[in-house]
């Protein structure tokens, strides 16, 4: 009977013991990170890109380390995704992405990588991507030889010299500015006649203080160029500039030739006083205050003389004088204006520089100039709708209905169809949308749709034409395929080529087949703008049943 209870018991701690390891060992296993490694093809074209997806399941108390560097030769590691995190009760999921590639055909081995969490390091599982190359179908895509090299501009740029020459120009034109507002103002202020000027500069000469200040020097300045400018005005007109010699040999010659009845001693008084104002300039002598006030008489009384012996002009002489005073004003005003043309020219000549150096040459150009896409991008777009089944699209103009030929192998997939067009193949823009019902008996597909294209393009006289394609989808995602590269198109009157890029939208939707082309000059970028707005606009609305 003991034997028996005893028995039990060893039996029930065994089974307790069972039962304790089965719970430490889950919750060993509950802490134990997980790791997985997925690709989403193993299939890919040239060029393609494929994703790598490693995913660890761990505590938050653990550190990740992923795999970095070009680890997963001989794939090549296009792009590494930031780590994206989920929390799932007490842990954590991290999600690591990876975009790679590969440029040559064959079967490679993406081999293990290595995950390091915390101190221990996890081995992903390896995966085998097939690269395909990408066939070319010859009897649709013709083969053209390799165009030689083409030399790329310079970009623009405005060379140093052209900035001081701006510099330079500012520079003049302040300065002229300054010279002609003092000439101005000079000029505005009314000039008395000559012998009352001469009085009024004697008269202000009296009433200064430069003989008590000892200005001797100044004094006969003045004094000088109160009689020069009077001989100036009345006999020579060029005393103010002539040295004392030349004045004085003027005047006795005009004397000798019986034109100037002038005393003897009013010359001689005149040289004297010129001669002891020179000294007192250049030599620095200071005549006494009683020679100077004696000087000063002196001239008033050769003033007098020479108002007396100089007749008064006649009436005819007076009107050439009007007539030269006329010109002289329409000459001042005439320059007024060439200043002010300058200056506006100045003003602009320095705005172009600025907006080409900030906003580029072209965009000056075309907003002088005008550019006609510019202006197309600029205007009021209008969005309609055309054709069955329709096609709701937004243009910068209302497309035309117009009859267009196509290949025949559309023409048989259709039941009918209708064209709306702007522009011509030459323009700068030109726009073709294509829509009609589909016939039931023509196995209708789209991809063979689009293989027409080409032979289109080269009926309209395109050549060296470049083809892409790629999918594209609508605003209400409706699916389709775009076709778009570049072509040459002979100039109808130069006969040289015009470079064009073109963009062809296909959809096989509502039981129908819908075309839109847009073809612009290459590097338009106003037409490309206006391509991409149209493309983005583009909505297939389906037909009630």
């Given amino acids: 009977m003991n034997t028996r209870i005893s028995a039990s018991i060893q039996g029930f701690k065994a089974e307790v013991f069972l039962l304790l390891f089965i719970l430490l060992s889950f ?11 997925s690709i989403d093809s193993s299939e890919i074209k040239i060029g393609e890109q494929i994703t790598y997806n490693i995913e660890v399941e761990t505590d938050s108390t653990k550190l990740v380390v992923f795999p970095e560097g070009q680890t997963f030769n001989p794939m090549e590691m296009v792009e590494s995704l930031g780590a994206d995190t989920t929390k799932i009760e007490d842990r954590f999921k991290l999600l690591k992405k990876y975009k790679l590639t590969q440029f040559d055909s064959g079967s490679y081995s993406i081999p293990q990588q290595k995950v390091i969490i915390q101190d221990r390091q996890f081995q992903t599982d390896s995966f085998l991507v097939e690269v395909a190359n990408v066939k070319v179908d010859t009897s649709r895509q013709k083969m053209y ?15 140093t010299w052209v900035w001081w020459l701006i510099a330079f120009l500012l520079v003049l034109g302040i300065v002229f500015y300054l010279l002609r507002r003092r000439k101005k103002k000079k000029e505005a202020e009314p000039e008395l006649p000559p012998y009352e000027q001469a009085m009024l500069a004697l008269q202000q000469l009296d009433n200064s203080s430069l003989l008590e200040d ?19 005005r009345k006999i020579y007109d060029r005393a103010l500039e002539s040295t004392t010699s030349e004045l004085i040999t003027y005047l006795e010659l005009r004397k000798e030739a019986g034109d100037l009845s002038l005393k003897d001693k009013s010359v001689q008084d005149l040289q004297l006083i010129l001669r002891r104002a020179d000294l007192a300039k250049f030599a620095n002598s200071r005549p006494d205050v009683i020679t100077a006030k004696s000087d000063r008489k002196k001239i008033e009384h050769l003033i007098k003389d020479v108002r007396q012996v100089v007749p008064e002009p006649t009436e005819e002489e007076l009107m050439k004088d009007e007539k030269y005073r006329r010109e002289k004003l329409q000459k001042r005003r005439r320059n007024r204006v060439i200043a002010a043309v300058a200056g506006v020219l100045v003003v602009v000549l320095v705005a172009v ?9 072209t965009y000056v150009k075309d907003n002088l100039l005008g550019h006609p896409t510019m202006e197309l991008l600029e205007g009021d777009w209008i969005r309609s709708e055309y054709g069955t089944p329709p ?17 025949e192998e559309l023409q048989q997939m259709l039941l009918g169809s209708e064209s709306f067009a702007y522009g011509s193949l030459e323009s700068n823009f030109y726009t073709l949308l294509i829509t009609g019902p589909v016939s039931q008996k023509s196995n209708f597909k789209l991809e063979k749709a689009v293989d027409g294209i080409y032979e289109n393009l080269e009926a309209q006289g395109a050549k060296n034409i470049i083809m892409k394609e790629e999918k594209f989808t609508t605003l209400n995602n409706a699916e389709g395929i775009k076709v778009f590269g570049t072509f040459d198109l002979e100039n109808p009157v130069t006969k040289g080529p015009i470079k064009k890029e073109y963009a062809i939208l296909n959809f096989g939707e509502n039981g129908g087949f819908q075309q839109i082309m847009m073809v612009f000059d290459e590097d338009d970028e106003y037409a490309e703008e206006i391509s991409r ?3 983005n606009s583009v909505e297939l609305k389906r037909q009630a049943k």
């Fill in 533 to 535: 707005r149209m493309e």
């Fill in 145 to 159: 030889p390799i165009k030689p090299a083409v030399k790329v501009p310079e970009a623009f740029s405005i060379p």
């Fill in 353 to 361: 520089v600025i907006l080409v150096n900030t906003k580029g040459f």
């Fill in 214 to 232: 000892k200005e001797v020097k100044e004094y006969y300045s003045q004094l000088t160029f109160s009689i020069r400018k009077y001989l100036d």
């Fill in 391 to 407: 096609v709701n699209i937004t243009t910068p103009k209302v497309l035309i209905r117009k009859e267009v030929p196509r290949n």
């Fill in 27 to 37: 919750s060993t296993l509950a802490q134990e990170s997980v790791v997985k490694a």
